[in-house]
């Protein structure tokens, strides 16, 4: 299970340098831009906020969805600059895109015109969320420091 969480893949310094870039690039953008954002109007949002129709989330009401929302696009966002924990973030704030994606703007255009909300925006978060599920945080993370091993991690 440790390898499942804390695995941070490669060890290549060149390597580990762009997913350093990505995962701080792509978990500040996030946490800042959008995480902070629904913090702060929190009130205003949590009238109207749609919950998924997807099975078992479909449960959820609007309020708990914004949370949950709220949890993903700053509590994974920030687990990932940090990189700690950086497959299991990167899924869940992946999974919040994809929620965002087509369930929140089932009905929108794919690419944005500047009428109105599209699902490109999510689509471009969920894309660095789903390299760094397959290739892990780098050397230069905090999941590094659990990696008992000092090689690089070979297959079996």
Same mark, same amino acid.
Request: charged content about 15%; overall charge positive; proline content about 6%.
């Given at each position: 299970?440790?390898?499942?969480?804390?695995?941070?893949?490669?060890?290549?310094?060149?390597?580990?340098?762009?997913?350093?870039?990505?995962?701080?690039?792509?978990?500040?953008?996030?946490?800042?831009?959008? !995480?902070? %954002?629904?913090?702060?109007?929190?009130?205003?949002?949590?009238? !109207?906020?749609? +919950?998924? +129709?997807?099975?078992?989330?479909?449960?959820?009401?609007?309020?708990?969805?914004?949370?949950?929302?709220?949890? *993903?696009?700053?509590? *994974?966002?920030?687990?990932?600059?940090?990189?700690? #924990?950086?497959?299991?973030?990167?899924?869940?704030?992946?999974? %919040?895109? /994809?929620?965002? #994606?087509?369930?929140?703007? *089932?009905? #929108?255009?794919?690419? *944005?015109?500047? =009428?109105?909300? =599209?699902?490109?925006?999510? /689509?471009?978060?969920?894309?660095?969320?789903?390299?760094?599920?397959?290739?892990?945080?780098?050397?230069?993370?905090?999941? %590094?420091?659990?990696?008992?091993?000092?090689?690089?991690?070979?297959?079996?």
């Amino acid at each position: 299970m440790k390898k499942f969480f804390f695995d941070c893949g490669t060890r290549d310094p060149l390597a580990s340098s762009g997913l350093l870039f990505l995962r701080v690039t792509i978990g500040w953008m996030m946490l800042y831009g959008h !995480g902070l %954002a629904k913090i702060q109007n929190f009130d205003k949002f949590k009238e !109207g906020w749609p +919950a998924p +129709a997807l099975f078992p989330l479909n449960f959820m009401s609007g309020p708990i969805s914004l949370v949950a929302t709220i949890g *993903a696009e700053v509590g *994974a966002a920030g687990l990932l600059i940090l990189g700690l #924990a950086t497959r299991p973030a990167a899924f869940v704030l992946g999974f %919040a895109m /994809v929620v965002a #994606a087509f369930q929140a703007n *089932a009905h #929108a255009p794919f690419f *944005a015109s500047g =009428a109105g909300p =599209a699902k490109e925006m999510a /689509v471009l978060y969920l894309i660095p969320c789903f390299v760094l599920i397959i290739t892990g945080a780098g050397q230069w993370s905090i999941d %590094a420091g659990f990696d008992t091993e000092k090689r690089r991690r070979r297959w079996k």
